[in-house]
């Protein structure tokens, strides 16, 4: 018994009649009052002691067991753990231990959480990677190329989900996703990927799309722009605006390309891929925003605006 208590445990010995002989280390939500004669009524209440009562009237014989579980409050929860005992002297004897079970229920509900967190979590993670192979699949030539293609979108999905995984699923902040991207495809020429403005905590949800956003970006400069060649850089801004007393985050990417001897043919082929697709409606889509993708001779603009209580902090 001293162990017991030394470990938090409360003590109770009754015998047959249910008579306490034996009190020891009440927890705080039962404290006595001077009660000189204390009952399981007295102490913890009507509705819990006529759960006590069934669980004993049980024990008629020596070792038999039970328990229950009491809610005190909306957070607090104690198992009692009835064992029926024979002394060597006074017979048939029954021993009570209560335990505060309430950090330790706490910890279950909580990975329970987490557990449904990470199945919602991964059931939109398999679809984000299902529509991506099928629209890489639709427009790829050949297996080598929609290889190629998948195994980058991939790898672009898994550096966001790093990114969310660090900030403890709270999601991942703007610069960090374009920095991300620039340094992986742009390694010697990451000054030549500007950006500037609000550095938005996007939700996770954001986060991946628009990740996979600026992966189709980059990529495509680094195989079709020519900012690599002459030098000049891509700007990208981030603004907060509240209109129609919503938060929204317009995002700016502007490319300037050179070298096209035919504009209408440069857009035609730049477009005339996933990435559009990705851009112009996967993206606004998922972030219930709207986006504008414009390709000329000119350069490469793409505009995305969405509500920052839908995507972003």
Not at 51 to 79: A, N, P, W, Y
Request: charged content about 25%; proline content about 3%.
């Amino acid at each position: 018994m001293p162990a017991l208590i030394d470990l938090g445990a409360s003590i109770i010995i009754q015998n047959k009649l249910l008579d306490y002989l034996y009190l020891a280390n009440l927890p705080e939500v039962w404290a006595l009052d001077d009660i000189q004669n204390p009952t399981d009524a007295t102490l913890f209440g009507e509705e819990v002691a006529g759960k006590l009562l069934t669980l004993k009237q049980g024990m008629t014989e020596s070792g038999r067991k039970g328990h229950i579980e009491v809610t005190v409050g909306s957070d607090q929860i104690f198992e009692f753990r009835v064992q029926a005992v024979e002394f060597q002297s006074g017979g048939l004897h029954l021993v009570t231990t209560i335990i505060d079970r309430s950090e330790e229920r706490h910890r279950e509900r909580l990975l329970r959480a987490l557990l449904r967190e990470v199945s919602h979590r991964s059931k939109n993670l398999l679809a984000i990677i299902q529509s991506i192979a099928l629209q890489t699949a639709r427009y790829s030539g050949s297996l080598d190329l929609f290889l190629h293609k998948f195994r980058g979108r991939l790898y672009s999905l898994s550096q966001s989900q790093d990114l969310i995984t660090d900030s403890s699923w709270r999601g991942a902040y703007l610069f960090d996703l374009v920095r991300q991207q620039t340094e992986k495809y742009m390694p010697d020429n990451r000054h030549l990927v500007r950006i500037a403005g609000d550095n938005v905590l996007l939700s996770p949800n954001a986060s991946l799309h628009l990740g996979l956003a600026l992966h189709e970006l980059v990529v495509n400069a680094v195989s079709h722009g020519s900012h690599l060649r002459n030098g000049k850089p891509i700007d990208i801004t981030s603004t907060r605006v509240n209109a129609d007393g919503h938060d929204y985050l317009e995002i700016n990417w502007d490319e300037k390309l050179s070298g096209f001897d035919n504009g209408e043919a440069a857009e035609e082929g730049l477009k005339a891929h996933f990435g559009s697709t990705v851009l112009e409606r996967v993206v606004p889509a998922s972030v219930n925003g709207k986006a504008q993708y414009v390709i000329s001779s000119g350069g490469i603009s793409y505009k995305l605006r969405f509500p920052l209580d839908h995507g972003g902090e």
